[in-house]
């Protein structure tokens, strides 16, 4: 069983930058595909980015593609999200997901969930 943490949410104004934390317990995600996903209000849960086991491949969203970047610190058992040049659109909450198998954009595909961290951003 693996714990997902998610952290670094909260109010930023358009334009500006959050840093996403997800951590890992008890045991490592070096060998897991990882993903972050969010889900606004009176919307369906959506792909947001994902990281392969080594990092070496990363998938976007087209809507977040060029402002966000998904990494990964094996070592730490963290997976980061930055994000810059929010817009309001981006508001949601952001779960983290952790996947016993390769990379993927569905969320169905993976086996461990967070619980979420609110992002918003104001106009």
């Known amino acids: 069983q693996v714990r997902l943490v998610e952290s670094g949410g909260g109010l930023v104004q358009a334009g500006g930058s959050l840093r996403l934390s997800c951590a890992a317990s008890?045991?490592?995600?070096?060998?897991?595909?990882m993903g972050w996903f969010r889900q606004a209000p009176g919307k369906e849960r959506e792909f947001v980015a994902a990281?392969?086991?080594?990092?070496?491949?990363?998938y976007y969203a087209d809507s977040v593609k060029g402002r966000f970047t998904i990494s990964r610190d094996n070592d730490e058992n963290k997976v980061f999200l930055q994000m810059n040049s929010l817009k309001p659109e981006d508001t949601a909450v952001y779960f983290c997901?952790?996947?016993?198998?390769?990379?993927?954009?569905?969320?169905?595909?993976?086996?461990?969930w967070g619980q979420g961290t609110q992002v918003t951003v104001s106009s």
């Open positions: 008890p045991r490592s995600l070096s060998g897991n595909a």
């Open positions: 997901a952790a996947r016993r198998s390769t990379i993927h954009y569905a969320g169905t595909a993976y086996d461990y």
């Open positions: 990281t392969s086991a080594s990092g070496a491949i990363t």
